[in-house]
Every structure is written in structure tokens, then in C-alpha cells.
């Protein structure tokens, strides 16, 4: 497509529920974020794709939150056993990241979805 | 943690004003860019300043880059109402690896006509 598109925009769910929050970047771009951002907050990194490879994990908040990308493209965050703190925004942006052997020595220009907006009850 | 810090936290000016927003950083950087964020939807970039830069136009922006202060300015001229929206810095820690942006907690510019 011609931006990063998220689904769903908008999930209401109930604690202790599972959700699956999906990403799909632009196409060509290797390397996929995701952040999360609560009620006039700024970003939360999460987590940092490069490939089906996440070099960083770091900003996962517990072992509840878990993300995948399959086939370069479509990443997946999976937020298990809902609570309410885990209620925000989540944003997903892309890059054009790593090409082939061309080392990567700088995090350019990252394009965001419209993000999916998480009200856990 | 946060690694760019915007100031102020809040901007309220008339249209025709200039806004300036100040973004503090705490590591080395490859690059310091800034975003712009609409209520209720996603960032969009607005201008990339890389760590051997110290000022770069586009259009109505200018930012500028301290490297040795780990300080970045951007200023707006000549304000519409349309930019009301919150601007974010964000920077990379540096790494040759490639990293994450680690993203400030933005300034919020309302501009009134």
C-alpha cells in the first residue's frame, strides 16, 4: 500500500483478554517500530525490527507483550492477559532500514501509521 | 528512558507569530529529527538535522543543532492555525548497529487566528 496501514484503529477489550495488534509496513522498507503512546503522552519504544529480526527488544514493558514480523512485512504485537495500564495508542512506523550489504549507520526518515487505539476495561 | 526532552512543555501564540521549541538530548547522535503530530492521528516527519549540521531550512522551518550543548531548536515562522498540532524531537542513540528513534514528550503549539 502506499503508507503503513494498522488494525484494528480501534479495540475495546476486557482484562485479561489476548490482542493482536497488526502492522503493515511500506513496501520495500526493512526495518518496522512500534511505540505506544498513552493519553497526551509522548512515544514509548517498544520494539525495533530489522528484517523478521528484532535487534531490540528493550522497551517490551513485561513478558505479557510479544511481537513477530513474518516475511520482511507484516509485524504482529500480541499483548497477552490485557491490563488496564496497558490501554493507549499503539503506533507503527517503517523504514527504509538496511539494504543488502550497504551497512546502516543511521535511523532515517520513519513513516507512521494512524495507530490502534487500545482501551482495555 | 526518554532521550530527547522538548521545551516548553505547552505553546500558545497568534497567527504571524514565530515558535520556537527546544529539544534537549542526553548521548551521541547520528542524526536529530523532528516530527509533528495532528490530535488523534499518526507522526509525520518534518525535517532531519544530522550530527555534522548545525541549521537546515525547509520552508517555513528552521532547525538548528548544538551538538555540544545536545540541543536542538525548531523554530516555525510566520504561524498559521494549521499548525497547531504537537512536535516531537527524536534522536538515535548513535549505535553503527542502527537503532530505534527514542522520541521527547513533545511540545503542544496552539496557534490562534
Known amino acids: 500500500g502506499a503508507g503503513v496501514s494498522q488494525s484494528p484503529s480501534n479495540k475495546v477489550t476486557e482484562k485479561g483478554k489476548d490482542v493482536e495488534l497488526r502492522c503493515d509496513p511500506i513496501?520495500?522498507?526493512?526495518?518496522l517500530y512500534w511505540y505506544r503512546q498513552s493519553l497526551g503522552q509522548g512515544l514509548e519504544f517498544l520494539i525495533y525490527?530489522?528484517?523478521?529480526?528484532?535487534?531490540?527488544k528493550s522497551g517490551l514493558p513485561s513478558d505479557r507483550f510479544s511481537a513477530e514480523r513474518t516475511g520482511g512485512s507484516v509485524s504482529t504485537l500480541t499483548i497477552q492477559r490485557t491490563q488496564q495500564e496497558d490501554s493507549a495508542v499503539y503506533l507503527c512506523?517503517?523504514?527504509?532500514?538496511?539494504?543488502?550489504?550497504?551497512?546502516?549507520?543511521?535511523?532515517?526518515?520513519?513513516?507512521f501509521g494512524e495507530g490502534s487505539r487500545l482501551t482495555v476495561l | 528512558s526518554q532521550q530527547g526532552e522538548e521545551d516548553p512543555q505547552a505553546l500558545s501564540i497568534q497567527e504571524g507569530e514565530n515558535a520556537t521549541m527546544n529539544c534537549s538530548y542526553k548521548?551521541?547522535?547520528?542524526?536529530l529529527q523532528w516530527y509533528r503530530q495532528n490530535s488523534g492521528r499518526g507522526l509525520v516527519h518534518l525535517i532531519l538535522?544530522?550530527?555534522?549540521?548545525r541549521e537546515k531550512h525547509s520552508g517555513r522551518l528552521r532547525v538548528t543543532l548544538d551538538t555540544s550543548k545536545k540541543s536542538s531548536s525548531l523554530l516555525i515562522t510566520a504561524s498559521r492555525a494549521a499548525d497547531t498540532a504537537s512536535y516531537f524531537c527524536?534522536?538515535?542513540?548513535?549505535?553503527?548497529?542502527?537503532?530505534?528513534?527514542?522520541f521527547g514528550k513533545g511540545t503542544t503549539l496552539s496557534v490562534s487566528s
Open positions: 527524536a534522536t538515535d542513540a548513535g549505535s553503527t548497529a542502527g537503532t530505534a528513534l527514542i
Open positions: 513496501s520495500g522498507h526493512t526495518a
Open positions: 512506523a517503517s523504514s527504509l532500514g538496511r539494504r543488502g550489504r550497504i551497512p546502516f549507520t543511521n535511523t532515517g526518515e520513519l513513516f
Open positions: 538535522i544530522r550530527s555534522n549540521e
Open positions: 548521548t551521541s547522535i547520528n542524526n
Open positions: 525490527f530489522q528484517g523478521n529480526s528484532a535487534p531490540d
